[in-house]
């Protein structure tokens, strides 16, 4: 029996049929969040998507597109022989906190485009502590020392 199910069923006595339907509206709650959230999230996508086209196409007249020059810049990239086979690209996002961790799942700035890629740099994720991510500890403490 799921933990979740267990905190109901005790929290109901032993009416599961409570805990369950106690649970389905949880869930409802939580699918309505975002079946509002998204649509949200694509616009705001679309419209940065518009605007980097807009700035590098337009204004900054680069019109060609290419492999070399796409037409928006790529969020993603693969890496060959690598620990990591996909990897995000690194950028910066106007007027956001330097000391905030922009890739985390709260913000979703990636699934918005809210951010200036650097296609030449990956963001790595190191976590809170060397237990997070103990090859990417140890491989960049070696190299900086």
Known sequence: MPETLIFFTLLHGQNITLAV???????????????????????????????TIRYYKIQEKKPLINDENPLVNRYFSVLLDSKASKVVHNGWILDARPDVDFATEVNFNY???????????????????????????EHMSKYVT
């Open 21 to 51: 339907q106690e649970i389905a509206k949880l869930c409802q709650e939580s699918n309505s969040f975002w079946q509002n959230k998204i649509p949200e999230f694509l616009a705001e996508a679309l419209e940065n998507i518009r605007g």
């Open 111 to 137: 699934l918005r485009r809210t951010i200036n890629i650097w296609g030449d740099s990956i963001k790595l994720r190191y976590g809170k502590c060397p237990a997070d991510s103990p090859f990417l500890w």
